[in-house]
């Protein structure tokens, strides 16, 4: 067994889990295949038989990474907004920070998985996730008031989905956000953020 780092073993144990899935979601990503233990093992520096002690097998790994891309970008996503000054600041830290999570490569490590991990697996958490996203999202466009939530949400999203296919072929991030934010502060002037800054002189 490894040299026990945390004050207690239940400590370590979760430790070496992030440590674990942290190499798998390397390995997958570099390799666009599912990681097998060995590997993971080889990396991490670990023997092989004290991996069991995590993952039962490769398959059971592979749904783990799975389980923890997801919420994992909901929770990021929902850290930002909460962060938000303003109800209209949400709506922007929402899509800045989705931008911002395709740009460090979380959508393609999603895209991978979800050619080489288990159909339904993927499918549901993809639609956990989607949930997950849009409940702070739809919360916040009612409070400013916005008539018709679900549309206008699908709509950020639209451009969420758009930015992500800019930034993925290459697209940088700063000229995708300015242009969402672009066609976004009309519409958020309009429903609460309040008057446009002045123009710079």
């Given at each position: 067994?490894?040299?026990?780092?945390?004050?207690?073993?239940?400590?370590?144990?979760?430790?070496?889990?992030?440590?674990?899935?942290?190499?798998?979601?390397?390995?997958?990503?570099?390799?666009?295949?599912?990681?097998?233990?060995?590997?993971?093992?080889?990396?991490?520096?670990?023997?092989?038989?004290?991996?069991?002690?995590?993952?039962?097998?490769?398959?059971?790994?592979?749904?783990?990474?799975?389980?923890?891309?997801?919420?994992?970008?909901?929770?990021?996503?929902?850290?930002?907004?909460?962060?938000?000054?303003t109800p209209a600041d949400r709506v922007l830290a929402y899509v800045l920070t989705n931008?911002?999570?395709?740009?460090?490569?979380?959508?393609?490590?999603?895209?991978?998985?979800?050619?080489?991990?288990?159909?339904?697996?993927?499918?549901?958490?993809?639609?956990?996730?989607?949930?997950?996203?849009?409940?702070?999202?739809?919360?916040?466009?009612?409070?400013?008031?916005?008539?018709?939530?679900?549309?206008?949400?699908?709509?950020?999203?639209?451009?969420?989905?758009?930015?992500?296919?800019?930034?993925?072929?290459?697209?940088?991030?700063?000229?995708?956000?300015?242009?969402?934010?672009?066609?976004?502060?009309?519409?958020?002037?309009?429903?609460?953020?309040?008057?446009?800054?002045?123009?710079?002189?």
């Amino acid at each position: 067994m490894p040299r026990i780092r945390a004050s207690t073993v239940a400590e370590h144990r979760a430790a070496q889990h992030r440590a674990l899935l942290d190499v798998a979601r390397e390995i997958l990503a570099e390799t666009g295949r599912p990681p097998t233990l060995s590997r993971v093992a080889a990396r991490a520096g670990l023997a092989r038989p004290s991996l069991y002690q995590y993952f039962r097998s490769s398959e059971d790994l592979l749904n783990a990474v799975v389980e923890d891309v997801f919420p994992r970008w909901s929770a990021r996503v929902a850290v930002a907004m909460d962060a938000a000054a303003t109800p209209a600041d949400r709506v922007l830290a929402y899509v800045l920070t989705n931008f911002e999570l395709i740009t460090e490569g979380e959508h393609a490590l999603a895209t991978v998985l979800a050619e080489v991990a288990p159909g339904d697996t993927v499918a549901e958490q993809s639609r956990t996730m989607h949930q997950q996203l849009l409940e702070p999202l739809v919360e916040t466009l009612h409070s400013l008031g916005v008539p018709a939530v679900p549309e206008t949400a699908e709509m950020i999203n639209a451009i969420v989905f758009a930015g992500s296919r800019l930034i993925e072929s290459g697209t940088d991030l700063r000229t995708v956000w300015e242009s969402a934010r672009a066609l976004l502060e009309p519409f958020l002037r309009a429903t609460g953020m309040g008057p446009a800054p002045p123009e710079a002189t």
